[in-house]
Nanobody, 122 residues
Framework: QVQLVESGGGLVQPGGSLRLSCSAS????????IGWFRQAPGKEREAVLC????????YYAESVKGRFTISRDKGKNTVYLQMNSLTPEDTANYYC???????????????WGQGTQVTVSS
């Protein structure tokens, strides 16, 4: 069964950091791009950034440049989203998804995780 599972969300104070994980089963993550999306309460889901098959980070949300990065651990079949200098505006449910090419369009992604909640609050 092809599946993605996110983890690592939680409550963090402004200025803090979190590392989200996106683990795969049923397929090898390294052969696909992984996009991270987020959806804040009352807002549409938005693309945040993507990691290409050559491990290049492609940013779609200007607000996260310089603060968020994606990396892969091929041995663990897992992709990580490192989030630093978090602000309350980063509060959202975060999702990872697979595709053959990086895209900001969620319609292009085939397999999605269930999401993990990130709350930034003092």
């Amino acid at each position: 069964q092809v599946q993605l599972v996110e983890s690592g969300g939680g409550l963090v104070q402004p200025g803090g950091s979190l590392r989200l994980s996106c683990s795969a089963s049923g397929f090898t993550l390294s052969t696909y791009v992984i996009g991270w999306f987020r959806q804040a309460p009352g807002k549409e889901r938005e693309a945040v950034l993507c990691i290409s098959t050559t491990d290049r980070n492609i940013y779609y949300a200007e607000s996260v440049k310089g603060r968020f990065t994606i990396s892969r651990d091929k041995g663990k079949n897992t992709v990580y989203l490192q989030m630093n200098s978090l602000t309350p505006e980063d509060t959202a449910n975060y999702y990872c998804a697979t595709n053959s090419d990086c895209s900001s369009s969620e319609k292009r992604y085939d397999v999605w995780g269930q999401g993990t909640q990130v709350t930034v609050s003092s």
